[in-house]
Protein backbone atom coordinates (compact mmCIF):
# COMPACT_ATOMS: atom_id res chain seq x y z
CA UNK A 1 0.00 0.00 0.00
CA UNK A 2 1.27 3.60 -1.34
CA UNK A 3 -0.22 6.45 1.56
CA UNK A 4 0.51 10.34 0.60
CA UNK A 5 0.06 12.04 2.98
CA UNK A 6 -0.53 16.21 2.24
CA UNK A 7 -0.43 18.83 4.55
CA UNK A 8 -0.29 22.83 5.04
CA UNK A 9 0.60 23.74 8.60
CA UNK A 10 3.12 27.06 7.68
CA UNK A 11 4.34 26.07 11.56
CA UNK A 12 5.47 22.76 10.75
CA UNK A 13 4.46 19.69 12.15
CA UNK A 14 0.34 20.46 12.98
CA UNK A 15 -1.50 18.10 15.50
CA UNK A 16 -3.18 17.33 12.47
CA UNK A 17 0.09 16.18 10.53
CA UNK A 18 1.27 14.09 13.54
CA UNK A 19 -2.83 12.37 13.60
CA UNK A 20 -2.16 11.82 9.96
CA UNK A 21 1.48 10.07 10.94
CA UNK A 22 -0.50 7.78 13.35
CA UNK A 23 -3.10 6.80 11.06
CA UNK A 24 -0.61 5.80 8.29
CA UNK A 25 0.96 3.89 10.94
CA UNK A 26 -1.99 2.17 11.98
CA UNK A 27 -2.22 1.18 8.37
CA UNK A 28 1.28 -0.04 8.45
CA UNK A 29 0.81 -2.07 10.45
CA UNK A 30 -1.60 -3.86 9.56
CA UNK A 31 -0.59 -4.23 5.99
CA UNK A 32 3.11 -2.99 4.28
CA UNK A 33 2.82 0.54 3.68
CA UNK A 34 5.48 3.13 1.74
CA UNK A 35 4.08 6.72 2.91
CA UNK A 36 5.22 9.84 0.84
CA UNK A 37 4.78 13.34 2.51
CA UNK A 38 3.75 16.46 0.63
CA UNK A 39 4.18 19.28 2.95
CA UNK A 40 2.84 21.87 0.94
CA UNK A 41 4.18 24.79 3.08
CA UNK A 42 7.78 23.41 3.75
CA UNK A 43 8.12 22.95 -0.37
CA UNK A 44 6.53 26.37 -1.46
CA UNK A 45 3.62 25.15 -3.50
CA UNK A 46 1.82 28.55 -4.66
CA UNK A 47 -1.62 27.86 -4.22
CA UNK A 48 -2.75 30.61 -6.95
CA UNK A 49 -3.90 29.65 -10.56
CA UNK A 50 -1.84 30.78 -12.98
CA UNK A 51 -2.27 32.36 -16.64
CA UNK A 52 -1.23 28.97 -17.42
CA UNK A 53 -3.25 27.33 -15.62
CA UNK A 54 -6.40 28.57 -17.01
CA UNK A 55 -4.62 28.58 -20.64
CA UNK A 56 -4.64 24.24 -19.65
CA UNK A 57 -8.45 24.35 -18.54
CA UNK A 58 -9.33 25.93 -21.45
CA UNK A 59 -7.72 23.80 -23.89
CA UNK A 60 -5.11 26.18 -24.99
CA UNK A 61 -1.87 25.36 -23.19
CA UNK A 62 -0.07 22.35 -21.83
CA UNK A 63 -0.54 21.28 -18.17
CA UNK A 64 2.15 22.96 -16.18
CA UNK A 65 5.11 20.67 -15.28
CA UNK A 66 5.02 21.42 -11.44
CA UNK A 67 1.19 20.65 -11.69
CA UNK A 68 2.27 17.14 -13.60
CA UNK A 69 4.39 16.27 -10.79
CA UNK A 70 1.86 16.83 -8.03
CA UNK A 71 -0.54 14.40 -10.17
CA UNK A 72 1.70 12.13 -10.24
CA UNK A 73 2.42 12.01 -6.56
CA UNK A 74 -1.55 11.47 -6.56
CA UNK A 75 -1.43 8.37 -8.92
CA UNK A 76 1.12 6.27 -6.73
CA UNK A 77 -0.62 6.71 -3.95
CA UNK A 78 -3.65 3.97 -3.16
CA UNK A 79 -4.52 6.25 0.02
CA UNK A 80 -4.35 9.77 0.09
CA UNK A 81 -4.49 12.04 3.18
CA UNK A 82 -5.49 15.29 3.50
CA UNK A 83 -4.47 16.54 6.98
CA UNK A 84 -5.59 20.06 8.19
CA UNK A 85 -6.88 21.94 10.97
CA UNK A 86 -10.68 23.25 9.99
CA UNK A 87 -10.45 27.36 8.95
CA UNK A 88 -14.46 28.56 8.20
CA UNK A 89 -15.75 25.24 7.87
CA UNK A 90 -13.33 24.11 5.13
CA UNK A 91 -9.52 23.73 4.90
CA UNK A 92 -6.56 26.50 4.85
CA UNK A 93 -6.07 28.06 1.76
CA UNK A 94 -2.99 26.55 0.64
CA UNK A 95 -4.70 23.08 0.48
CA UNK A 96 -7.49 24.18 -1.22
CA UNK A 97 -5.12 25.68 -3.94
CA UNK A 98 -3.49 22.66 -4.05
CA UNK A 99 -6.83 21.34 -5.33
CA UNK A 100 -7.69 24.19 -7.06
CA UNK A 101 -4.75 23.69 -8.94
CA UNK A 102 -3.90 20.37 -9.54
CA UNK A 103 -7.41 18.69 -10.04
CA UNK A 104 -7.76 19.67 -13.32
CA UNK A 105 -10.02 19.11 -16.64
CA UNK A 106 -9.34 15.68 -18.05
CA UNK A 107 -7.61 14.30 -15.16
CA UNK A 108 -9.77 15.19 -11.98
CA UNK A 109 -12.99 15.77 -14.10
CA UNK A 110 -14.07 16.81 -17.82
CA UNK A 111 -13.45 12.91 -19.40
CA UNK A 112 -15.84 10.67 -20.81
CA UNK A 113 -15.88 9.04 -17.49
CA UNK A 114 -14.51 10.27 -14.27
CA UNK A 115 -15.66 6.93 -12.40
CA UNK A 116 -12.64 4.96 -14.92
CA UNK A 117 -10.36 7.93 -14.19
CA UNK A 118 -7.20 8.26 -12.09
CA UNK A 119 -8.85 9.05 -8.92
CA UNK A 120 -11.25 6.28 -9.30
CA UNK A 121 -9.61 3.83 -7.43
CA UNK A 122 -8.18 6.01 -4.66
CA UNK A 123 -8.79 6.31 -0.97
CA UNK A 124 -9.08 9.32 0.51
CA UNK A 125 -9.31 10.49 3.90
CA UNK A 126 -9.03 14.04 5.42
CA UNK A 127 -8.23 14.13 9.09
CA UNK A 128 -9.57 17.26 10.48
CA UNK A 129 -8.49 18.59 13.65
CA UNK A 130 -11.25 21.07 15.48
CA UNK A 131 -11.07 23.69 18.13
CA UNK A 132 -14.78 23.13 19.43
CA UNK A 133 -16.46 19.95 20.31
CA UNK A 134 -18.74 17.60 18.64
CA UNK A 135 -21.66 19.39 19.90
CA UNK A 136 -21.01 22.56 18.36
CA UNK A 137 -20.47 20.63 15.08
CA UNK A 138 -23.79 19.31 15.07
CA UNK A 139 -26.02 22.41 16.24
CA UNK A 140 -24.48 24.34 13.23
CA UNK A 141 -24.32 21.65 10.82
CA UNK A 142 -20.36 21.71 10.46
CA UNK A 143 -19.80 18.03 9.47
CA UNK A 144 -22.54 18.04 7.03
CA UNK A 145 -21.67 21.53 5.43
CA UNK A 146 -17.95 19.97 4.80
CA UNK A 147 -19.14 16.70 3.84
CA UNK A 148 -21.02 18.63 0.67
CA UNK A 149 -18.45 21.07 -0.05
CA UNK A 150 -15.27 18.79 0.36
CA UNK A 151 -16.30 15.04 0.28
CA UNK A 152 -19.00 15.25 -2.55
CA UNK A 153 -18.08 18.63 -3.63
CA UNK A 154 -14.52 17.76 -4.42
CA UNK A 155 -13.81 14.35 -4.34
CA UNK A 156 -16.83 12.50 -5.49
CA UNK A 157 -17.08 14.83 -8.56
CA UNK A 158 -13.73 13.75 -9.45
CA UNK A 159 -14.86 10.02 -9.20
CA UNK A 160 -13.68 8.86 -5.92
CA UNK A 161 -15.63 6.22 -4.59
CA UNK A 162 -13.88 5.72 -1.03
CA UNK A 163 -13.60 9.15 0.96
CA UNK A 164 -14.62 9.62 4.55
CA UNK A 165 -13.85 12.35 7.19
CA UNK A 166 -12.24 11.80 10.55
CA UNK A 167 -12.74 15.34 12.67
CA UNK A 168 -10.73 15.10 15.85
CA UNK A 169 -12.51 17.67 18.71
CA UNK A 170 -11.22 19.81 20.84
CA UNK A 171 -7.34 20.05 20.52
CA UNK A 172 -6.61 23.37 21.62
CA UNK A 173 -7.72 22.26 25.15
CA UNK A 174 -4.40 21.43 26.38
CA UNK A 175 -5.76 18.58 27.61
CA UNK A 176 -2.95 15.74 27.62
CA UNK A 177 -5.61 12.68 28.22
CA UNK A 178 -7.61 14.01 24.72
CA UNK A 179 -4.94 14.16 23.04
CA UNK A 180 -3.35 10.69 23.92
CA UNK A 181 -7.18 9.85 23.09
CA UNK A 182 -6.78 11.69 19.76
CA UNK A 183 -3.77 9.89 18.68
CA UNK A 184 -4.64 6.19 20.01
CA UNK A 185 -8.15 6.94 17.93
CA UNK A 186 -5.92 7.88 14.56
CA UNK A 187 -3.84 4.93 14.88
CA UNK A 188 -6.70 2.35 15.34
CA UNK A 189 -8.52 4.28 11.97
CA UNK A 190 -5.73 3.25 9.95
CA UNK A 191 -5.42 -0.21 11.51
CA UNK A 192 -8.81 -0.46 10.26
CA UNK A 193 -8.62 1.03 6.85
CA UNK A 194 -8.86 -1.64 4.98
CA UNK A 195 -11.58 -3.33 6.67
CA UNK A 196 -13.89 -0.59 7.69
CA UNK A 197 -16.39 1.15 5.18
CA UNK A 198 -15.78 4.47 4.15
CA UNK A 199 -17.57 6.90 6.52
CA UNK A 200 -17.32 4.59 9.73
CA UNK A 201 -15.39 5.67 12.82
CA UNK A 202 -14.05 4.60 16.46
CA UNK A 203 -16.00 5.98 19.17
CA UNK A 204 -14.57 9.84 19.75
CA UNK A 205 -12.96 10.02 16.41
CA UNK A 206 -15.75 11.51 14.26
Known sequence: MNILIVTADPRGQSFAATL????????SAA?????EHADLAREGFDPRMTGADLAHYRGEGA??????REQQRVERA????LAFPVYWWSMPALLKGWIDRVFTTG??????????????QKKVRLIATASGGPRLYDRHGYRTAMAAQIEHGVFHFSGVKDVATHFFFDVETR???????????A???GRTLG????GAALPGAA
Open 195 to 198: ARPA
Open 63 to 68: LPAEIR
Open 107 to 120: WAFGGSDRFAGPLS
Open 78 to 81: DVVI
Open 31 to 35: AAAVV
Open 187 to 189: EDL
Open 20 to 27: ADRYAAGA
Open 175 to 185: DEAARLRNLAA
